[in-house]
């Protein structure tokens, strides 16, 4: 193997996990294990660039080309930089970045540093693009602007949570409410939302109100048909032959419970089998789902994981231990 390869991959991935040998290096097998795993490592991170590239243009589009010269807002810390844009005349994109640091700090407290890192760019990113990018004012009817403006928003924030961040930091905020409170993460947004709406109704006006609600329903509909709800927590049950590994990456690097159930294979690719497998079940949060996904397909790529959608927990690990990404 090229030995600038070779160097790579042993300082990115192996001398996190792997021993030495006596002579000071590693076999062939480790370095064509780390080769494997750097190219889903980078694969991965590319994805997720490209997801939320995509997701800061049509945030963008959804700001400049809608919702800005009609005054409109949305809910949370995108709705707080609109409200105070249309009343005090300062910049978006200086809003968008102000507002959001105290979210994108509390992100790295409660989800981690490459979550809060790739948070920080993501909404850079969005506001340089509403600074330098021109968009066609698309249409002034009110109606329209509301349903769309309010699509192409949260298009965007969906976007940019499946790639590991987000762009409106009311997210982290309602996670570590939830958690201090013992609520759900849906009601605190709702509560934040109300307070925000009802300053609209009172510094603006009450038709410029009721149009936001409906670019807010737009906005979270559309991000719930994208991630399938970020306030819901994800039950994923995994099915592997490398069980206690996937078991101990779930514990170590992901900072979360799991529970084994011992089960029978029943029909497989293989065909019928009585074979005894450990099955491995954890609560994930959305934000964790595609870390997890990623560390799994390095341990086993041929993985069963089947994942279901969780209203909410109670007790265990999920809510007393931090995230980690």
């Known amino acids: 193997m090229n030995t600038i390869w070779t160097q790579i991959i042993t300082k990115i991935v192996l001398n996190r996990k792997e021993a030495l040998n006596a002579d000071g290096t590693f076999t062939k097998y480790q370095l064509a294990k780390g080769l494997r795993e750097l190219r889903i490592m980078a694969f991965a991170n590319l994805k997720d660039l490209l997801l939320i590239t995509i997701g800061i243009f049509s945030a963008a589009f959804g700001f400049k080309g ?24 300062v910049p978006l994109y200086i809003l968008i970045i ?47 602007v509301a349903v769309f403006g309010g699509f192409f928003l949260g298009a965007g924030i969906g976007l940019s949570v499946r790639g590991g961040a987000v762009i409106d930091g009311t997210e982290v905020l309602a996670i570590y409410l939830s958690r201090k409170f013992g609520t759900t993460i849906g009601d605190i947004i709702i509560v934040i939302n109300v307070i ?29 048909f994208l991630i399938e ?26 900072g979360r419970g799991v529970t084994v159930y011992n089960g029978k294979r029943g029909f497989g690719k293989s065909g019928e089998s009585s074979k005894n497998i450990d099955i491995i079940y954890t609560v994930i ?36 231990r931090p995230l980690k990404h």
């Open 229 to 254: 709800g970020i306030e819901e927590y994800t039950g994923v049950t995994i099915i592997s032959s490398h069980a206690e590994i996937i078991r101990t990456m779930i514990i170590n690097t992901m």
């Open 98 to 144: 102000g507002i959001n640091i105290p979210f994108i700090i509390l992100g790295y407290k409660i989800i981690g540093r490459t979550f809060a890192v790739k948070t920080a760019l993501a909404i850079s990113g969005l506001a340089l693009c509403v600074a330098t990018v021109t968009f066609p004012d698309v249409t002034k009817d009110p109606l329209l």
């Open 285 to 320: 949060t959305r934000l964790e789902l595609n870390k997890l996904n990623t560390e799994i397909e390095k341990i086993d790529p041929n993985a069963f994981v089947v994942m279901s959608s969780v209203k909410d927990t109670k007790g265990g690990m999920i809510k007393k």
């Open 66 to 89: 809608f919702l800005l010269t009609n005054h409109f807002i949305d809910g949370g810390a995108t709705g707080i930089s609109l409200l105070i844009s249309a009343l005090t005349k």
């Open 196 to 224: 925000i709406f009802s300053a609209a109704a009172y510094f603006l006006s009450i038709e410029i109100a009721l149009y936001s609600m409906i670019t807010y329903l737009a906005a979270s509909k559309t991000l719930d």
